[in-house]
Antibody, heavy 120, light 107 residues
Framework: QLHLQESGPGLVKPSDTLSLTCVVS??????????WGWIRQPPGKGLEWLAN???????YYNPSLRSRLTISMDTSKNQFSLKLTSMTAADTATYYC?????????????WGQGTLVTVS | DIQVTQSPSSVSASVGDRVTITCRAS??????LAWYRQKPGKAPELLIY???SLQSGVSSRFAGSGSGTDFTLAISSLQPEDFAIYYC?????????FGQGTKVDIK
């Protein structure tokens, strides 16, 4: 049974760097069958895709945040991570990690429960 | 970036009603569209992928249609758990983008 679990600091200060981790159980990250990604949702607002990473290390970023984002993967721990620099109040959101099957059409088929990050 | 616009932004309905939500892309995305349902306080869950393919384990009361720029999600008979927010998402090109959401609430 696939399970994704985000972890993060909960509260960060303006200008800090946010570090989030998604621990995956029930599936190996070291396979060519999936991408792994991050999505965020400010309180009461919609969803914003942030970044994806492939087991090979290939990564894809939202251009609107590219200069501040880094996605990485540690296959030995079966987890992937996101760093977001220069945090502001506008980055307050619930951050989700999710899986993307590598097929002819991409979509997030399994999500973590999300972790709320507040910038204050 | 490809913009996706959902309509309506909200709809009021009763249990057993049929509801349709539309999603329009700013350019041709073929069938690169997914639909999600988000219940309050929960993560989104995949309903439909490739515009019309039903995700495994999802009720057949959900149906997706369309291609190109115009897409529809139909819920044939609303159940209590369907009062939620629905999002479409295009994945034909980066950056992947979501619609702004459609809230389905109880009439």
């Amino acid at each position: 049974q696939l399970h994704l679990q985000e972890s993060g600091p909960g509260l960060v200060k303006p200008s800090d760097t946010l570090s989030l981790t998604c621990v995956v159980s029930g599936e190996s990250l070291n396979k060519n069958s999936f991408l792994w990604g991050w999505i965020r949702q400010p309180p009461g607002k919609g969803l914003e895709w942030l970044a994806n990473i492939y087991y090979s290390g290939s990564s894809y970023y939202n251009p609107s945040l590219r200069s501040r984002l880094t996605i990485s993967m540690d296959t030995s721990k079966n987890q992937f991570s996101l760093k977001l620099t220069s945090m502001t109040a506008a980055d307050t959101a619930t951050y989700y990690c999710a899986r993307v099957p590598v097929t002819s059409s991409w979509y997030f088929d399994s999500w973590g429960q999300g972790t709320l990050v507040t910038v204050s | 970036d490809i913009q996706v616009t959902q309509s309506p932004s909200s709809v009021s309905a009763s249990v057993g009603d049929r509801v349709t939500i539309t999603c329009r892309a700013s350019q041709n995305i073929n069938s690169g569209l997914a639909w999600y349902r988000q219940k309050p306080g929960k993560a989104p869950e995949l309903l439909i992928y490739s515009a019309s393919s039903l995700q495994s384990g999802v009720s057949s009361r959900f149906a997706g249609s369309g291609s190109g720029t115009d897409f529809t999600l139909a819920i044939s008979s609303l159940q209590p758990e369907d009062f939620a927010i629905y999002y479409c998402q295009q994945t034909i090109s980066f950056p992947w983008t979501f619609g702004q959401g459609t809230k389905v609430d109880i009439k």
